[in-house]
């Protein structure tokens, strides 16, 4: 992963994220404490909302809808 991918970012549409694997990885939205991303775990982003992806150890794999 390229790590300006890693920035806080907001994206231009809503986005539902579905974590398949991956360990140590989190996700933070702005002005809240990370969140573990653990496999089975889903996430609604809204359009415009700002958040970021803290790297982990291992390969990271989502479904995006």
Do not use: A
């Amino acid at each position: 992963v390229d790590e300006m991918e890693l920035i806080w970012h907001t994206d231009k549409e809503d986005r539902n994220i579905e974590v398949l694997e991956g360990e140590g990885w989190q996700f933070q939205r702005d002005n809240e404490l990370p969140l573990v991303l653990k496999e089975g775990v889903r996430i609604f982003i809204s359009k415009h909302e700002v958040h970021r992806i803290i790297k982990g150890n291992t390969d990271l794999k989502i479904k995006i809808n």
